[in-house]
């Protein structure tokens, strides 16, 4: 089972450079989920989408725009990197009810801005 | 806004020693309880998870966690580790909407 797929896995960008991570998940989840996760701060929720068609921010949206345009894509932008955005970020997906709402983690992006 | 609060950033152990890792949140009001395990340069996978009845949760691995509401505390227990548990480990907490959060992590280092 693929579950959630994110890519791609390793980028370095330069400091003004744009680019998008791409989530897909086949387990018809409404939720989706991108977090980053950085040293000694744990995972902070960037955006968050509760279905097609729909996103809002979370904890640090600040810098990222995403799209969920269809449900089981969900699409992480950064439109103009900065060094701050150096991180691993982790595409996540969950049912809205059911299955008692365990949420379910890709394998990380780690992005590099130099 | 819920807090999660991991108490010890580091937990060092020999192998076969028994472990508890901390976790307390702010929340009084209900909450789904979660632990999950990071190997290294992987994602996080659910290690247990408390949503209602018996307060002492068993997850994978031999690993178990006690919810505890009157001290708000999820810590997680495992009676002899292994070299293989070396990870870092994040409580989390759900509160409304599906919206889950982390601890900081707790990385624990099982020493031969």
């Known amino acids: 089972n693929a579950g959630v797929t994110q890519t791609p896995k390793f980028r370095v960008l330069k400091t003004g450079q744009s680019m998008t991570l791409l989530c897909a998940q086949d387990?018809?989840?409404?939720?989706m989920y991108w977090y980053r996760q950085d040293p000694g701060m744990g995972l902070r929720l960037i955006h968050y989408s509760v279905g097609e068609g729909t996103t809002a921010k979370g904890e640090v949206p600040d810098g990222y725009n995403v799209s969920r345009l269809k449900k089981q894509n969900f699409l992480l932008g950064l439109e103009s990197a900065a060094p701050s955005q150096t991180s691993v970020y982790f595409c996540?997906?969950?049912?809205?009810?059911?299955?008692?709402?365990?949420?379910?983690f890709g394998e990380g992006s780690w992005l590099t801005v130099v | 806004a819920q807090s999660v609060t991991q108490l010890d950033s580091q937990v060092p152990v020999f192998e076969e020693a028994p472990v508890e890792l901390r976790c307390n949140y702010s929340s009084s009001v209900s909450v789904y309880l979660f632990w999950y395990v990071q190997y290294p340069n992987q994602g996080l996978q659910l290690l247990l998870k408390y949503l209602s009845g018996s307060t002492l949760v068993k997850g994978i691995n031999g690993f178990e966690a006690e919810f505890n509401k009157s001290q708000t505390s999820f810590h997680l227990r495992k009676p002899s580790v292994h070299i293989s548990d070396t990870a870092e480990y994040f409580c989390a907490v759900r509160e409304n909407f599906n919206k889950f959060y982390f601890g900081s992590g707790t990385k624990l280092n099982v020493k031969p």
């Open positions: 387990m018809n989840h409404e939720y």
């Open positions: 996540a997906s969950s049912l809205a009810w059911g299955e008692r709402n365990t949420i379910y």
